[in-house]
């Protein structure tokens, strides 16, 4: 029952959405709990052409970011990735453990089952940008995802180190 109405949710929620430039599927940011201050929200952007995305910002955060996740030695790092390129035909998987949308300073917490504002830039080949509006569903978990050890990894609790571009 759950499962079928969370499926739901996101089916009337992130559609695909279509713009000439790129195409992005499957959208969702993690819930936050009062206090936490950040988060990540994850997608899967393809771009038939190729294009970069070049900008993230939403409403809800004071500072939004593409962020890279790696891990170093033992360490789980993240760093900002001020393009991230969408090769021509491949999609490029926004998800817990690589590249996510890093929101940060939350004005308010953001509750499961509510959506927030997205706003992605697209740069084409030619250097023309695009703005791609998105309407993302707050989830604790990936929509229809399995519940992988990755999938169920807390972004936010995750310790954190962005002391490389503060
Ligand atoms: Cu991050």
């Known amino acids: 029952m759950k499962f079928n109405a969370l499926t739901l949710i996101a089916a009337l929620a992130c559609g695909s959405v279509y713009a000439q430039t790129a ?17 990540g929200a994850f997608m899967t952007i393809s771009a038939k052409d190729g294009a970069q995305l070049v900008g993230v910002s ?19 790092k993240m760093r900002p990735v001020p393009a991230l390129d969408i090769p021509a035909g491949r999609a490029v ?3 817990p453990g690589g590249y996510h949308v890093m929101l940060m300073d939350l004005k308010a ?34 929509p229809g995802a399995k519940t992988g050890s990755m999938a169920a ?4 609790k995750m310790p954190m180190d962005h002391s490389q571009h503060k």
């Open 109 to 142: 917490p953001l509750a499961k089952g509510g959506s927030i504002p997205l706003t992605l830039v697209f740069k084409d080949a030619r250097g023309a940008q695009t703005k791609v509006e998105l309407k993302v569903p707050v989830a604790t978990v990936a």
């Open 153 to 156: 990894m807390d972004h936010g």
């Open 93 to 95: 998987e926004l998800k």
């Open 23 to 39: 195409e992005v599927k499957d959208a969702w940011v993690r819930a936050t709990v009062a206090g936490q201050k950040a988060t």
């Open 58 to 76: 939403s409403p809800v955060a004071g500072v939004t970011e593409v962020h890279e996740m790696k891990m170093e030695g033992d360490i789980m």
